[in-house]
């Protein structure tokens, strides 16, 4: 079964004014929108994951305070979130990987996850976790390019080469509809 995966489209990344925004990243924000709509028009399970971190998160001490449970930052754009919020599967996880959460993998198995969908922020960070550990559950991974932003555009790059490498594929988001 095919599913969609979200990750990290959150106001702190994809905001200008959020903790760790990054020049840019909001240009994802439409492009992840009618991706997510797509799959709760077509019943595509959509998994869309954020960070959400204690106050005295370990990863603070790599980077500044963001995702905070509570905060507006760690809240998705609205025009990300589903109406029907039971369409769109939320994993909460206190670390870069979605793998992190005990929950990802009993969810996929039970789904039926065999083709995974993958777009969101950062390239380097959360989707390289999202990305190549799909990979290693031996699952097909497609990158959408469009819905998709890095840091640094080399770092992006890199991953990016890595993962085709890996087996993955990029993909346009118009290739899936």
């Known amino acids: 079964m095919k599913a969609f995966f979200d990750i990290d489209t959150q106001i702190d990344f994809v905001c200008p004014g959020g903790a760790l925004y990054s020049a840019g990243a909001e240009r994802v924000i439409p492009e992840v929108a009618a991706l ?50 039971e369409k769109q599967i939320f994993i909460e996880k206190n670390d870069i990987d979605m793998f992190s959460n005990p ?43 469009e819905a998709t932003a890095h840091l640094s555009q080399a770092a992006g790059e890199q991953v990016v080469a890595e993962f085709l490498a890996a087996g993955g594929r990029c993909v346009s988001r118009h290739f899936l509809y």
């Open 36 to 85: 997510n709509r797509y799959a709760g028009e077509h019943g595509i399970p959509l998994i869309s994951t954020m960070c959400a971190h204690p106050e005295d998160a370990a990863e603070f001490k790599v980077w500044a305070p963001h995702c905070v449970i509570g905060t507006v930052g760690q809240q998705k754009p609205a025009a990300t979130l589903l109406a029907d919020r």
């Open 103 to 145: 929950n990802v993998l009993p969810l996929l198995d039970r789904l039926g996850v065999d083709d995974c969908f993958v777009y969101g922020v950062f390239t380097e960070y959360c989707v390289k976790c999202a990305i190549m550990g799909l990979l290693k559950t031996g699952r097909t991974v497609s990158l959408v390019t």
